[in-house]
């Protein structure tokens, strides 16, 4: 069919009404659950089934081009958000959800390997019904590169993307369903379970515990406060003193006396290692308020400080001001000598106005630099991970090398650089509002692309073809690893029910699922959970279909 615009226009045209309408179709919602930014695909599915019938045909390797133009910058954008508390998520309880995770994950891809066993399933088609099944669209991007790599065309690709669409919506379901059957089964009161997350957590606080010591061990009477044990330099810090009646910011020098009193900061384990050493905890607050000395939060932005630690920059010795806590991306770090910093690390500091204002000057406390997106850093992220994505790794026992691809390259290159936070002229920092605005934009690309490309074909399969069975399988994958590691998680992990909820929507990397999890409670245990166990779940929910394909390829199911 003739149409008035060039292929580049008409894509971009299909694109932008693709990526309109679902939008506006993913914000409607039945008791707060919606498709969310699944209506993309849905939509993209529309707009292809109607261009197929008015005979409208689109530029394949524009559309190939954009789709993975669009995975790239949703995957680089999560491993940036995630790469500072990526490897902070496997401490403490976060070990527990992330062990209950995997096994989620694990899960389903048995669920699939059966499937394939039993059945005659095409292999894109199992792919994408996996990914739709578990509400993972990286995975399903992974599993289309590698689709693509195996060299099957791109009709027998777009199947993936079928497969996909059949499963999303129960996907989102499935994980509701499993939280209530949960529920039910052990009969769990919410308020029960709100009472015994404060318990355990201490009324949820995640920040950095403190408290208040009085020196009562006669062997630090006259002792610098330097050469206690433990201090100083092994996350506890000493942010106030009160010596005399009078507060004042300690220095390793200063020295102790009996009846003295430390405000302590630093981990829970480590405090209560300084109390055994140095004397009994005491209610009375050692507040700045009414003194000389005030505390405050300031923001590095300055060039020069990022990387250097807090040993290197002397606060203490230079200005008589106290480092006690640095939040990093939301996670609060101990204060340490050897502590660095990075761009927009938030720091509490401790001192006089005048020495504090001074420290804001030297670490720069610029917030609108901020705002700023550092775009050096991102293209130069984005070019390594594209090389890392396409590094063969040879791997016992699989048929070709494995690469991490186009999804997993950019995703792990991320995860390093965001943990690491800057080298040379390059900062790995995003704001909120723009990473949240590039990753969306990328997704939003990506699913118009699978939807217009499926659109042709959706609704003959699923009205006449196996589009029925296609989202039994799916409901299969969701289902059974959720509810068996559910309950496994429930009895023998003895999880509190709001955090094992947060696990589960966090093991589909799913946001509507958690919106559900997180309006049952204002304690923030799913939101914990989530956070905890989200950056491993979307590398390996990357991974898994391209692992699943080169192993089902080599077993002889590149032939379908």
Not at 31 to 58: M, P, Y
Not at 411 to 424: D, E, N, T
């Amino acid at each position: 069919m003739t149409f008035p615009l060039s292929d580049v226009a008409l894509t971009t045209l299909a694109l932008a009404v693709a990526g309109a309408l679902g939008l506006l179709f993913g914000k409607l919602q039945v008791r707060k659950i919606g498709l969310g930014i699944g209506g993309v695909l849905f939509s993209g599915i529309l707009v292809g089934h109607f261009a197929a019938k008015a005979g409208i045909t689109f530029d394949s390797d524009v559309m190939h081009f954009v789709r993975e133009l669009g995975l790239i910058l949703f995957v680089y954008t999560i491993g940036i958000q995630v790469g500072p508390s990526f490897f902070a998520s496997f401490a403490k309880s976060g070990l527990r959800f992330n062990l209950a995770a995997i096994g989620i994950v694990l899960g389903g891809v048995v669920v699939t390997l059966a499937i394939y066993a039993l059945t005659d399933l095409p292999l894109p088609v199992l792919m994408g019904v996996m990914s739709g099944a578990v509400t993972n669209t990286p995975g399903l991007g992974a599993a289309q590169q590698a689709l693509g790599e195996l060299g099957l065309p791109a009709s027998e690709v777009g199947f993936a993307g079928m497969g996909y669409a059949m499963a999303y919506p129960f996907g989102i379901i499935g994980i509701l369903i499993s939280m209530f059957a949960v529920r039910f089964l052990f009969g769990i009161t919410i308020e029960r379970e709100e009472e015994a997350y404060k318990l355990e957590t201490k009324s949820g606080e995640a920040a950095l515990p403190a408290l208040n010591l009085e020196v009562t061990n006669q062997n630090l009477d006259g002792v610098r406060l330097g050469d206690v044990p433990d201090l100083f330099d092994h996350g506890v810090v000493a942010s106030r003193m009160k010596s005399g009646g009078e507060l004042i910011v300690p220095t390793r020098d200063t020295v102790l006396h009996l009846g003295d009193s430390l405000h302590m900061v630093g981990p829970a384990e480590k405090l209560a290692a300084m109390k055994l050493i140095m004397g009994r905890e005491i209610d009375t607050p050692l507040t700045t308020k009414g003194t000389k000395l005030t505390w405050a939060r300031i923001v590095v932005t300055k060039d020069k400080i990022l990387g250097k630690s807090l040993r290197e920059l002397a606060l203490v010795e230079a200005r008589g001001v106290t480092v006690s806590r640095i939040n990093r991306a939301g996670v609060e770090l101990p204060a340490q000598a050897s502590s660095s910093l990075a761009f927009g690390d938030i720091v509490t500091v401790v001192g006089s106005k005048p020495d504090i204002d001074a420290v804001a000057l030297e670490l720069g406390n610029e917030h609108a630099r901020l705002q700023e997106v550092q775009f050096p850093a991102l293209f130069f992220g984005i070019a390594l991970g594209v090389i890392l994505g396409s590094i063969p790794l040879a791997v016992p026992g699989l048929s070709a090398p494995l690469k991490l691809g186009l999804a997993g390259g950019p995703l792990m290159a991320a995860i390093v650089l965001g943990r690491l936070g800057h080298w040379g002229p390059f900062t790995w920092y995003m704001p909120p509002a723009a990473n949240h605005a590039l990753r969306e934009f990328g997704i939003v690309l990506f699913l118009a692309v699978v939807g217009i490309v499926a659109g042709d074909r959706f609704f003959d399969t699923l009205l006449h073809g196996d589009g029925i069975v296609w989202m039994g399988y799916g409901i299969l994958i969701t289902l059974l690893p959720l509810l068996i590691v559910g309950v496994i998680a429930r009895v023998f992990g003895r999880f509190n029910y709001l955090s094992l909820c947060g696990v589960l929507a966090g093991s589909m990397t799913d946001p509507p699922a958690l919106a559900f999890a997180v309006s049952m409670s204002k304690t923030g245990a799913a939101s914990v959970a989530y956070v905890s166990v989200y950056p491993l779940v979307m590398f390996l929910r990357i991974l898994a279909p391209q692992i699943l394909i080169l192993i089902l390829a080599g077993a002889g199911a590149g032939a379908f």
